[in-house]
Antibody
Framework: EVQLVESGGGLVQSGGSLKLSCAASGFIFSGSAMHWVRQASGKGLEWVGRIRSKTNSYATAYAASVKGRFTISRDDSKNTAYLQMNSLKTEDTAVYYC????????????WGQGTLVTVSS | QSVLTQPPSASGTPGQRVTISCSGSSSNIGSNTGNWYQQLPGTAPKLLIYSNNQRPSGVPDRFSGSKSGTSASLAISGLQSEDEADYYCAAWDDSLNGRVFGGGTKLTVL
């Protein structure tokens, strides 16, 4: 069974930092791109960024809203992806999901349960 | 302001057919495949449609997807009360080099 479990969320002051983790199991983590998606309360989904596999040079990409402040990394030996968030703003307050998907054969699309990050002023 | 445009709400009665639209551009839906998610309150999104019109295993065939040019659509036939949820379209955007989502459509079953 595939599982993605996020942790590390919590309350942080504006300007502060937080590091989220996403522990994966049940699939070949090292071969999969990992994404972070966030959702503010009552709002829609916003893609944060992704990191590709070693085969794809661990290439990262970020949304314009977080570029330069957030960094995605991974540790394939621990089957874990990370989201380092610096210079946090109140507008970064959201539930953060990690997710992985590939629409090849067979297709897969898995999400964690999310972790809440609250940035106070 | 989402890159992909969806109507904020839709509604229908049990048994009806409902369609939700998703308007994009040449850099996202126009050149990449569209996907649809269903999100129930307090839960993570669940994939309904991938590659424009493919259903993952376990998704009822009441759900179908299509794409035309720079727009995608999700159709739900034989509407049921448990279909009441938020629906999101998604696609990769080549110009932004990132995944983009629609603003979401809240479906109400009357």
């Amino acid at each position: 069974e595939v599982q993605l479990v996020e942790s590390g969320g919590g309350l942080v002051q504006s300007g502060g930092s937080l590091k989220l983790s996403c522990a994966a199991s049940g699939f070949i983590f090292s071969g999969s791109a990992m994404h972070w998606v966030r959702q503010a309360s009552g709002k829609g989904l916003e893609w944060v960024g992704r990191i590709r596999s070693k085969t794809n040079s661990y290439a990262t990409a970020y949304a314009a809203s977080v570029k330069g402040r957030f960094t995605i990394s991974r540790d394939d030996s621990k089957n874990t992806a990370y989201l380092q968030m610096n210079s946090l703003k109140t507008e970064d307050t959201a539930v953060y999901y990690c997710a992985t998907y590939d629409y090849g054969d067979p297709p897969f699309d898995y999400w964690g349960q999310g972790t809440l990050v609250t940035v106070s002023s | 302001q989402s890159v992909l445009t969806q109507p904020p709400s839709a509604s229908g009665t049990p048994g009806q057919r409902v369609t939700i639209s998703c308007s994009g551009s040449s850099s996202n839906i126009g050149s990449n495949t569209g996907n649809w998610y269903q999100q129930l309150p307090g839960t993570a999104p669940k994939l309904l449609i991938y590659s424009n019109n493919q259903r993952p295993s376990g998704v009822p065939d009441r759900f179908s997807g299509s794409k035309s040019g720079t727009s995608a659509s999700l159709a739900i036939s034989g509407l049921q009360s448990e279909d009441e949820a938020d629906y999101y379209c998604a696609a990769w955007d080549d110009s932004l080099n990132g995944r983009v989502f629609g603003g979401g459509t809240k479906l109400t079953v009357l």
